[in-house]
T-cell receptor
Framework: EPEVTQTPSHQVTQMGQEVILRCVPI?????FYWYRQILGQKVEFLVS????????KSEIFDDQFSVERPDGSNFTLKIRSTKLEDSAMYFC?????????????FGPGTRLLVL | TQLLEQSPQFLSIQEGENLTVYCNSS?????LQWYRQEPGEGPVLLVT?????EVKKLKRLTFQFGDARKDSSLHITAAQPGDTGLYLC????????FGTGTLLAVQP
């Protein structure tokens, strides 16, 4: 069964460093998403991406964040200058189309720890 | 801001017991999804409910969407240790707005 994969599974970085989280969405999916889950808190939407453009972004997704689809398979989230409060589990998701009845398939997540 | 509150936050029950988890919002959603998340993994979709008053069953799990499409419930009959996990409701638009989650532990 096709699945969304994410690398690395864990990342530890120093405050102020740049990190790139990588995702390989399901191959025939066209819509891609990043969510994050701070320990003990709810899953929060960060950004959605379609046709090489950001479709929607949340207030959390400020100028330190960027997303890219550098090739036909990868979807990346870059955090330019990490802060302590960026420590969280980051989930990538993908879907065939958009809409309220569409299923988003989630990857296993990348646990980011900023020291 | 659309918020989804789940209750209870934590639930620890014995195997064989029944339970209900609630998901409430002040906003109307065109659909609502329920997910289950296990430690170290991403959320996995259980069901999508679309119509107000809709009831869907998935083996021992029964999902209901409120008539006003602002609330939903998940009822588990005869819970088993394998049901242990974090249950999340999510209002679905072009993005998912997740609820606060209910952590369920089923003791053998």
């Amino acid at each position: 069964e096709p699945e969304v994969t994410q690398t690395p599974s864990h990342q530890v970085t120093q405050m102020g460093q740049e990190v790139i989280l990588r995702c390989v969405p399901i191959s025939n999916h066209l819509y891609f998403y990043w969510y994050r889950q701070i320990l003990g808190q709810k899953v929060e939407f960060l950004v959605s991406f379609y046709n090489n453009e950001i479709s929607e972004k949340s207030e959390i997704f400020d100028d330190q964040f960027s997303v890219e689809r550098p090739d036909g398979s990868n979807f990346t989230l870059k955090i330019r200058s990490t802060k302590l409060e960026d420590s969280a589990m980051y989930f990538c998701a993908s879907s065939e189309s958009s809409g309220s009845q569409e299923t988003q398939y989630f990857g296993p997540g990348t646990r980011l720890l900023v020291l | 801001t659309q918020l989804l509150e789940q209750s209870p936050q934590f639930l620890s029950i014995q195997e064989g017991e029944n339970l209900t988890v609630y998901c409430n919002s002040s906003s109307v959603f065109s659909s609502l999804q329920w997910y289950r998340q296990e430690p170290g993994e991403g959320p996995v979709l259980l069901v999508t409910v679309v119509t107000g008053g809709e009831v869907k069953k998935l083996k021992r799990l029964t999902f209901q969407f409120g008539d006003a499409r602002k609330d939903s419930s998940l009822h588990i009959t005869a819970a088993q240790p394998g049901d242990t996990g974090l249950y999340l409701c999510a209002g679905a638009t072009n993005k998912l707005i997740f609820g606060t989650g209910t952590l369920l532990a089923v003791q053998p």
